[in-house]
């Protein structure tokens, strides 16, 4: 019999706890953080300990997803990104359109899908969540190469997915699927994200610049990361590329320009502190949403919605990619390894689906088949990727 519901403070509180324990214990299981909170969070939905409505598309968007895309953006080095940059462009615009287009076809094709609902589904899974790669990164010491192409391409694949995502969703309500108009509005809304998180970030900037409390220079780098992103919303751009944008400019011209030396430390705990705090409730609350029941009934769209998921990830990594490597070197054919089952998903598409779930005309089994498929990938990827990148990366420090 389920519990009674319990006000969010102590839900968040229990979330918290759990997420605690679960990173206590994670080591003794062997698999990356985030599987064992997708488990527990799919635990406490068996035990019916949450709420119903402890999911909603705020909280994911507005209160949980800025500090994921900042900590990361504000943390990548510009320096790190020079032979890897022209890679990462490629891979997190084409790459994201190809993936979207291979992931959209086969689900029509198979699952017999509207190829408005194919789209939005292939658009929304094509954005990758590096979180798990990283962490194995940071236990094996890597080329910095590799961490910076595998962090840079998710960076801006989570931009270039919202913005599809956004395009799309806008181009079916109309009812006029215009080429030239679709991509004329793909382009205004990213560039002019990256045009707005770049400015609050040289803002952010200056104005630290004339500080000297680190506990303010902490709150400003706050009033950045939201701030770009509620600017980017409130006037029709991408706040996804906007936190990134200004994550970028203060993590790196404003580190140099203005920062103080104790700024610099504070900053960096706080945004690792709160980029986990962060994580750690989206899994914990994507275990919660997807019922077994659920997944049990939309088994066989999940299996060929998780397998038309690597198929458009395996055709950007091993596809485009192989053409990326003849014109820069960039990235071998380990590090295409990596790209393509290091690229999980997350986050971003759990976001996406449940704030599509408010749009009107987007069936409801949209959402449900885009968390099942990102659970059971997480799962399955999830417990297999750590044998999987000791492999590709043993012996290949240097990568390329």
């Known amino acids: 019999m ?3 519901p319990i006000p969010a403070i102590e839900t968040l509180t229990l979330l918290l706890l759990l997420a605690s324990l679960v990173a206590a214990w994670i080591g003794y299981l062997r698999i990356p953080y985030t599987v064992g909170l997708v488990l527990a969070g799919i635990a406490l939905d068996i ?62 094709l198979v699952l017999g899908l509207p190829w408005s609902t194919a789209a939005l589904f292939g658009a ?10 990283v962490a194995f990164f940071r236990r094996s010491g890597v080329d910095p190469k590799l961490r910076a192409l595998i962090e840079g391409e998710s960076l801006l694949n989570d931009g270039t997915s919202v913005v599809l995502v956004s395009v799309l969703t806008a181009t079916f309500a109309s009812g006029n699927p215009g080429v030239l108009s679709a991509i004329q509005e793909f382009l205004v809304i990213a560039f002019g994200g990256l045009i707005v998180g770049s400015a609050v970030g040289v803002a952010g900037s200056l104005l630290q610049r004339g500080l000297t409390d680190h506990l303010a220079e902490s709150m400003l780098s706050l009033v950045v990361a939201y701030g770009s992103f509620l600017i980017a919303q409130r006037i029709g751009v991408s706040g996804v590329l906007a936190v990134v944008a200004a994550g970028s400019v203060l993590g790196n011209f404003g580190r140099r320009f203005g ?30 949403a997807v019922h077994p029941s659920a997944i049990r009934i939309l088994l066989p769209a999940t299996v060929v919605g998780v397998a038309a998921m690597l198929a458009g990830r395996a055709t950007v990594s091993y596809g485009l990619g192989s053409l990326v490597a003849v014109l820069w070197k960039i990235p071998s054919l380990r590090w295409r390894h990596v790209l393509f089952w290091g690229g999980l998903r997350g986050a971003l598409p759990v976001v996406i ?11 409801p089994m949209l959402q449900s088949l885009v968390l099942s498929v990102v659970v059971v990938s997480l799962l399955i990827q999830g417990v297999t990727l750590e044998p ?13």
């Open 353 to 363: 689906a449940i704030g599509l779930s408010s749009e009107p005309g987007i069936p």
């Open 47 to 108: 035990l019916g300990v949450l709420p119903p409505t402890t999911l909603t598309p705020d909280l994911f968007l507005w209160v949980l997803l800025p500090p994921l895309l900042f900590e990361a953006a504000f943390i990548l080095r510009w320096d790190h990104l020079g032979s890897v940059g022209p890679t990462i462009a490629v891979l997190a615009t084409l790459g994201v359109l190809l993936s979207a287009l291979v992931t959209s076809a086969i689900v029509a």
């Open 259 to 288: 920062m103080s030396n104790r700024a610099r430390e504070e900053i960096d705990g706080l945004w690792e502190f709160l980029a986990f705090v962060a994580n750690s409730l989206v899994f914990l609350l994507l275990g919660v």
């Open 2 to 4: 389920p519990f009674l």
């Open 388 to 400: 999987l990148l000791r492999r590709a990366v043993a012996n290949d420090s240097a990568g390329a």
């Open 124 to 133: 929304t899974v094509a954005a990758t969540d590096p979180v798990a790669v």
